[in-house]
């Protein structure tokens, strides 16, 4: 099974979304995982409520600090955001990274983390779907 990490600054809004999404529609195929560079520890509320809306929240998602991922060997690493992109340290081996950046919904009102998930949805995952099958 390939393994895919989004990576965001904070890891409480777009990389859970992400996640959320691409266990959602290629968890048959994907282990995704999220984390941050600079991890809040906390999931936003809005992010919760979305991906629970959508029936696609699960308990185990939770902010992650990126170092606690870097023994997992990823197939592919998307920054969702630009500083994660600046900031996106190197990986070992074969690792494909992409940026796919998309506005930060965090401290906005509701209808933009519906906004996040429509584009995350739309735009990531159809990425990681074309690279899964030709890439990684």
Known sequence: MKKVLVLCTGNSCRSI?????????????I??????????????????????????WKDEYHSKRLETLLHIDFDLVITVCDNASQTCPIFPGKTELVHLGFDDPDGKDFEEFEACYKQVKAKLIPLVKYLSLIHI
């Open 17 to 29: 979304i992400a996640e959320a999404l691409i266990h959602s529609e290629l968890g048959d195929r």
């Open 31 to 56: 282990k995704a995982y999220s984390s941050g560079v600079s991890a809040s520890g906390l999931v936003n509320p809005n992010a919760k409520k979305i991906l629970e809306i959508k029936n696609i």
